[in-house]
């Protein structure tokens, strides 16, 4: 046993050494803060982490989601679909673009969104569907490609870019899973897309930003497609910041009226230098996962398994689900962890529960797979900033909750 006195034990801090700070006080004096050589060095570097020709940095995973969305075209009349069990970013930018949203369940016991409904939910109008690889495990690709090319005939392409695919596309919400990997690709190699979040609670940080990878086996022009990127998250401009100050070159074009979500220099100097420890942060946040399953697991608590022998998730989140609980008593366990000191979240409560997506006409009692999940859901604190002994006082305090509960 170990001292049980109080804890503050946050929920997921950033890791930010003195190196983050270095680079961002090297990025504020050299007198380039918005988007600069700085951020397009970033870029670089996710491309070759991820093992992809290009990659974009923008202010959100948000901004990269819906962003490839509008280069794609997608927009009235269209379908996407997604997970109903997701934060809504992954559905909101459905609705920013006036395309339908079509939320799937998950299935039983799963976090994963349920294939045979996903299938099902394929019509003339979808487009994209939005995979979600949640708490860093990536989804199983291999299912949602055999079920994109089952529907293959019913991919109806409403521009050019559309008949590069020639079915549905896929467009993955990679927020939580970057430097994940499966049957030995990493996340950002298997989708169309891929949208990686690095907003303050994420494994690798910027404060904010986000940053979407592509494919290269159909043909697109990688040039062009970072073109886009650029002329959406710039007001359509056609040159950046950073071109306009060579010398006569202050001459630009509007090509449309676009957006604003560009990633800056102080943000691309804090990922430089997070990238540059990613690995060992990943080895750590392993560590601390085998700790709890290694506690937990034997007590009948569930867990999103992380590692196997074809995959290796994150680490982002650790989704455990306590046996023979429902909201109400899972609700008192959090409570009594924050009272040791112990920050606990839940992740998520289902799309159709919220009131936007009420509204939208969805009910949670069409999705009883990804309720099921939620009621006995409990996230503990899974950071880098966690020593052994904070592990150990999460895991006793776990089990006192438990057997305290109402």
Known sequence: MIDTKFRNIPFSPPDITDAEIEEVIKAMQSGWITTGPRTKEFERHIAEYVGVNKAVCLNSATAAMELTLRILGIGPGDEVITSAYTYTASASIIDHVGAKIVLVDTAPDS?????????????E??????????AGKMCNYDDIYEIVESKRELFKANNELQKLFNRVIVMTDAAHAFGAE???LKCGQVADFTCFSFHAVKNLTTAEGGAVVWGSGLGLDDEWIYKQFMLYSLHGQSKDALAKTQKGAWEYDIVYPAYKCNMTDIMAGIGLIQLKRYDGLLKRR??????YDQALLPLGVQSLQHYGEDFASSGHLYLSRIPDIEVEERNDIIT????????????YKPLPMFTAYKNLGFDIKNFPNAYKQYVNEITLPLHTLLSDKDVEFVIETLIRAMRERI
Do not use: Q, S, W
């Open 336 to 347: 009594r962890m924050a009272e040791a000191g112990v920050a606990c979240n839940v992740h």
């Open 111 to 123: 976090f994963e969104m349920d294939y045979t409904k996903l299938a099902d939910a394929i019509t």
């Open 286 to 291: 392993k560590e601390i996962i085998e700790k």
């Open 182 to 184: 499966r049957n030995g």
């Open 125 to 134: 109008r979808t487009k994209v569907i939005i995979p979600v690889d949640l």
